[in-house]
């Protein structure tokens, strides 16, 4: 019995050889057709037709690479690779090829099976000192009944597993889509300010709102996604009589769940990534900010200011994007978005109503250096912070029209970047202006920039922590010749701090402030602080 086993551990090579060299004979004696089910190559088209002398001798060899008609595309290379390297049993001819294509002799399959027999004996024999004795597995019995309680519940336990597994598989919401989802939770009060713009703020309140998503990723290639998602957002930011410190993770300030956002991503080739967006398409879904804290509302900056350069906001809605990369340090990001897209009425639709088109160039000389130059250029699309003034508040009254009417057009320029220093400290920044025209009635142009700093200290105090502070002025008209649209004859600063404490792995705990002096860019005006406490949970 031990001998039949000690055969049936050798057996692959008596069965390979078998196979090999009864498909070698098979391959010689069919026509050419029916060797596409077994695709070969080979290496020397003349060697069907050389004659082989019956006193020729067979060289032994020590690896496949010996023979010079064998490829590694060869259908059976690896069987043959196996037969030399492994058991040493097949031989060549002297000019150092194996002829594989030739009509096999019985004498050369004797032969052949003779010296593969000899090798597993030579194999078997050099075994013989590895095979298991009696007091071995007497020592496996005896470990199997002292052992055999916790055998019993070992194998209880994979069974379990196993029925878990199944009904998992059975019960799983999907083979190529993955579910997850994100709750904002924040409480935001203004802490002080009482007069902006020769009103009162009266959104003195603290308040508790939410942001709940649900997200759909789903890939039907590995390289694809399909993303969906689904949102409810009654946040509201306070009413202070400005544009400014408007928090980013703010909604409509109702309960009432859309689809959010829905986009599919693929590639196209090696350094092209396309992105067709349905609905509510952003910057950060054509290129990076360049800005360690755009968490998109959830995570890092608390208000929109601080989140990203303003100039990205003025792109929004449904359309293309497009990104190649040049190489590791090199990239450039291409998107068209319409807010009108869906709209078949005047003065609406794809490309006749409003649009954002961007251009980003961005570089990153190394793993801790990145770098934006961006241009955008926009129709109808606002800045969403800023003065009163830089935002167009009141662009419908003072050209005039309603607000359906209202048509002007815009050109933005960028620059980005973020510096780590060291792997805790990251320095960081943007500038940018826009230059807005108005094409109706009252024509004229005005100048409006924005600049920020920001220091981030990233894993301060805990692993998945963030510490950040943004100072800056948010976008402010510092030129006009639009009557009835005067320039921003005073400089606000921006302020804004904030401690990001990851709890655990699903929830972080943001608390921070943001402090606006002379709100609006009015000296005449209270500074405000707003103060927020934001709590993230993720699933």
């Not at 029916?34 to 070969?40: F, G, K, L």
């Not at 031989?91 to 597993?120: D, K, M």
């Not at 990251?426 to 009635?441: D, H, I, Q």
């Amino acid at each position: 019995m031990q001998k039949f086993c000690k055969y049936l551990l050798f057996s692959p090579a008596i069965c390979g050889v078998m196979l090999f060299v009864n498909t070698a004979a098979f391959a010689g004696e069919t026509s050419g057709k029916s060797e596409i089910n077994q695709p070969q190559v080979l290496a020397n088209p003349d060697a069907r037709a050389t004659n082989i002398a019956p006193d020729e001798k067979m060289a032994q060899v020590t690896s496949v690479s010996q023979f010079s008609d064998v490829q590694p595309t060869d259908w059976a290379f690896q069987a043959l690779q196996s037969l030399v390297e492994r058991y040493g049993c097949i031989a060549g001819y002297p000019n150092s090829t194996y002829r594989g294509n030739r009509a096999l002799t019985r004498y050369e399959f004797a032969a052949g099976l003779n010296a593969c027999l000899n090798r597993v004996n030579e194999l078997i024999a050099t075994a013989t000192g590895d095979l298991v004795n009696k007091q071995d597995l007497a020592t496996l019995q005896k470990l199997q009944a002292d052992f055999s309680a916790e055998l019993a519940t070992l194998r209880g336990r994979v069974d379990a597993v196993e029925a878990r597994a199944a009904e998992l598989e059975a019960n799983r919401f999907s083979t190529t889509t993955k579910l997850q989802g994100q709750v904002v939770a924040v409480v935001s009060d203004v802490l002080s300010g009482n007069t902006v713009n020769g009103a009162e703020i009266t959104d003195e309140n603290t308040t508790l709102g939410v942001r709940a998503r649900l997200e759909l990723l789903t890939s039907f290639t590995g390289q694809d996604t399909l993303f969906t998602r689904i949102q409810a957002n009654n946040i509201l930011s306070p009413n202070i009589g400005t544009p400014e410190g408007n928090l980013f993770f703010a909604g409509d300030g109702t309960t009432n769940a859309a689809i959010d956002a829905l986009y599919y991503k693929f590639p196209l080739g090696e350094k092209t990534q396309v992105t067709l967006i349905a609905n509510a398409g952003a910057a950060d879904d054509i290129t990076t900010t360049v800005n360690i804290f755009d968490g998109d509302g959830a995570f890092g900056a608390l208000s929109t200011f601080g989140t990203r350069n303003p100039i990205y906001n003025q792109i929004n809605g449904a359309g293309l994007a497009v990104t190649h990369e040049f190489g590791e340090k090199l990239a450039l990001s291409l998107g068209y978005l319409s807010g009108t897209a869906n709209d078949p009425t005047p003065n609406n639709g794809l490309f006749n109503g409003s649009y954002g088109a961007l251009a980003q160039l961005t570089i990153k000389p190394s793993d801790r250096i990145t770098f934006g130059l961006t241009y955008v250029n926009s129709y109808n699309q606002p800045l969403l912070t800023g003065s009163n003034a830089a935002t167009f508040q009141d662009i419908a009254a003072i050209q005039g029209l309603p607000e359906e009417e209202v048509a002007f057009s815009s050109n933005s320029y960028g620059v980005e970047a973020s510096i780590g220093i060291t792997d805790n400290i990251v320095l960081g920044g943007w500038a940018g202006y826009t230059n807005s025209r108005t094409l109706k009635v009252n024509r004229g142009e005005v100048d409006i920039w924005n600049y920020a700093v920001t220091l981030a200290f990233p894993d301060l105090g805990k692993q998945g922590n963030l510490a950040g502070i943004i100072a800056g002025i948010e976008p402010r008209v510092t030129s006009s010749n639009i009557a009835g649209l005067d320039r921003d004859a005073d400089t606000s600063y921006h302020l804004e701090a904030f401690y990001q404490y990851k709890l655990t792995d699903n929830i972080t705990i943001t608390p921070g402030v943001i402090w606006l002096t002379s709100p609006d860019h009015n000296n005449d005006n209270d500074d405000v602080v707003i103060g927020t406490l934001r709590t993230t949970f993720s699933f």
